[in-house]
Every structure is written in C-alpha cells, then in structure tokens.
C-alpha cells in the first residue's frame, strides 16, 4: 500500500513569491492535515481538511491556505513569502474517525 | 493549555539495551490520545505507536511499548533491544480533544534525539 506522498521534495522561492505545496493521502484516507516544522519552532499544526472542507486551522495567518480535492488530495498555498517561511512542511492523512496520523516524506521550502 | 513536554533533549544507548523516553502531557480534555513517531535524518516522520485516554492497556507494537499513566499525565516510550537503525529523533504528540477546540490537530513535544551505539 503506498504511503502519503509530497511534491515537490525541494522548493525554492524568493521572498514575496508563492508556493504551492501538493500532497496524496493514503488511498482510503479522507482528512489531510498540514504541519510546519521550522528551526527552532518544532511542529505546528497548520490546517486540516476533511471531505472537502477545512476543519481546522492552526495559529497561521491568512496567507497560508489550502483545499482539499474530490480525490482527497490536497494543495497547501503560501502567499507573500517571508524569510521565516523557510521550513518542512509535512502532510498526513487519516480515516475518517480514525486518530492515527500517517505522514508523508514532506517537502523542504526555502526562501531567500 | 495543551502542552506536550519531553524533558530529554538526548538520549544513549549500548545496541541491544532497553531504552525509556519520556513525555508528559497536560490537557483539560477527557478524551484524547498519545503518538510517538520517529523522525530520521530523512525527514519523514514515522508513525510508531498510539494510546487513546480510555485505553486500559498499554500499547505495544513490536519493540515499542507505551508505559501509560494517567493519573500523572505521562506517556513514555519504552524501546527493546535497541537496534543502530533506531537512532533518530523521537517526538511524544497528543491529539487534542473536541472540549478544547483543538479536534484532531496534533499537538508535539520538542523531542528526544537517540543514538544508538554499538
């Protein structure tokens, strides 16, 4: 069975571009959530999405955004890039109802 | 406030010892539950064991168990038969409960950094 997958792996932005983050939950898997593990910050929760709709949201601002797609794949978009930005961001999946929390490989973004 | 606290930021270990890492949790929530994953120098966060609050038993999963207890709010991670492969960093988390608001967000510890040596 194949596990949460993250595109791209790397990601190089300068500041006040955008990114777009991609990520496929495990087949079966309906809610996707979105993490930011920053240096010195650790993870924090960013968003998570269910059946289409986002369910929860973390201490982030506006910028950060996402959606979730019929096939449960999700996109996480951060607008107006700052330097702190610079993180993995890591997405997992669940079943619906289910507390275990499967990740995938992340995606490192940089930005100078 | 929910607050995950793992006080060891490093641990130790001869290859084939036991090993215990330790995480103490704090919530006002009835309901809720405790995840210990792996994170290799890769990156990957890997999913090692999970314990609900009104599971009796501790968990168990191969050569991890959780030594669960309740009343003082701990869950710490007891690995067996240390392998070199099990050197990475380690985070204690909690799925915050619906009461708080927190539904279904993990909430992490700073985590423990393991080595293993031979």
């Known amino acids: 069975e194949a596990g949460v997958t993250q595109s791209p792996t790397h990601l190089i932005k300068t500041r006040g571009q955008q990114a777009t983050l991609r990520c496929s939950p495990i087949?079966?898997?309906?809610?996707v959530y979105w993490y930011q593990q920053a240096l010195g910050l650790g993870l924090q929760f960013l968003l998570w999405?269910?059946?289409?709709?986002?369910?929860n949201r973390g201490n982030f601002p506006p910028r950060f955004s996402g959606r979730q797609f019929p096939n449960y794949s999700s996109e996480l978009n951060v607008n107006a890039l700052e330097l702190e930005d610079s993180a993995l961001y890591l997405c997992?999946?669940?079943?619906?109802?289910?507390?275990?929390?499967?990740f995938g490989p992340g995606t490192r973004l940089t930005v100078t | 406030a929910q607050k995950i606290t793992q006080t060891q930021p490093g641990m130790f270990v001869q290859e084939k010892e036991a090993v215990t890492l330790d995480c103490t949790y704090d919530t006002s929530d009835q309901s809720y539950g405790l995840f210990w994953y792996k994170q290799p120098s890769s990156g990957e966060m890997i999913f090692l064991i999970y314990q609900g609050s009104y599971d009796e038993q501790n968990a168990t999963e191969g050569r991890y168990s959780l030594n669960f207890q309740k009343a003082r709010k701990s869950a710490n991670l007891v690995i067996s038969a240390s392998q070199l492969g099990d050197s990475a960093m380690y985070f204690c988390?909690?799925?915050?409960?619906?009461?708080?608001?927190?539904?279904?967000?993990?909430?992490f510890g700073a985590g423990t950094r393991l080595a293993v040596h031979p």
């Open positions: 988390a909690m799925r915050a409960g619906r009461v708080s608001g927190g539904y279904n967000k993990l909430i």
């Open positions: 087949s079966g898997h309906t809610s």
């Open positions: 997992a999946s669940s079943l619906r109802g289910k507390d275990e929390q499967y």
């Open positions: 999405y269910d059946e289409g709709e986002e369910r």
